[in-house]
T-cell receptor
Framework: DVKVTQSSRYLVKRTGEKVFLECVQDMDHENMFWYRQDPGLGLRLIYFSYDVKMKEKGDIPEGYSVSREKKERFSLILESASTNQTSMYLC???????????FGPGTRLTVL | GQNIDQPTEMTATEGAIVQINCTYQTSGFNGLFWYQQHAGEAPTFLSYNVLDGLEEKGRFSSFLSRSKGYSYLLLKELQMKDSASYLCASWGGAAGNKLTFGGGTRVLVKP
């Protein structure tokens, strides 16, 4: 079974803090994705990566950056957290050329 | 551009059938996914349609019409555990393949 894990289920941070969200997958997938999920808006793609050290902007990259130093790990970084970044963050992975994405359990981030 | 529309919420009775419709406008369309997401959990894959027609998988079926930009997910013999959000997502895009999700349809199954 594909397993995608995220470092925290719940996180509370203050405005202006730097926040790291970690995602690890154990199926040797090439592709990894970060989404945020908000009521009524569905999942929106923030960033994705097709390979180590490669990254591509998704639909809403502003205020975020990512890092992929190892194949199994994809980190989402909020350089200076703001209240409008309070959301559920979901990581996903898929194999190269594949389209089915496997999701992690999500991190519910609250920025105060 | 990409645009996915699906109803916000539906209610049905245990044992009944519910059909969740999804319309999409996706440039470079390559297929349509349905995911199930229980509250507080990760989305899990239900179905993927590339060609027109109906794909049946147990109690769940998914239909696609590429010419109409339309899909539906059919849930038969509803069970209480089917209460969840159902996410429609199109695969494709002018800038390369990616998943674009609709807002999700929350289905509530009542006894």
């Amino acid at each position: 079974d594909v397993k995608v894990t995220q470092s925290s289920r719940y996180l509370v941070k203050r405005t202006g803090e730097k926040v790291f969200l970690e995602c690890v997958q154990d199926m040797d997938h090439e592709n990894m994705f970060w989404y945020r999920q908000d009521p009524g808006l569905g999942l929106r793609l923030i960033y994705f990566s097709y390979d180590v050290k490669m990254k591509e902007k998704g639909d809403i990259p502003e205020g975020y950056s990512v890092s992929r130093e190892k194949k199994e790990r994809f980190s989402l970084i909020l350089e200076s957290a703001s209240t409008n970044q309070t959301s559920m963050y979901l990581c996903a992975s898929s194999r190269a050329g594949g389209n089915e994405q496997f999701f992690g359990p999500g991190t519910r981030l609250t920025v105060l | 551009g990409q645009n996915i529309d699906q109803p916000t919420e539906m209610t049905a009775t245990e044992g009944a059938i519910v059909q969740i419709n999804c319309t999409y406008q996706t440039s470079g369309f390559n297929g349509l996914f349905w995911y199930q997401q229980h509250a507080g959990e990760a989305p899990t894959f239900l179905s993927y349609n590339v060609l027109d027609g109906l794909e049946e998988k147990g109690r769940f079926s998914s239909f696609l019409s590429r010419s109409k930009g339309y899909s539906y997910l059919l849930l038969k013999e509803l069970q209480m555990k089917d209460s969840a959000s159902y996410l429609c997502a199109s695969w494709g895009g002018a800038a390369g393949n990616k998943l674009t999700f609709g807002g999700g349809t929350r289905v509530l199954v009542k006894p």
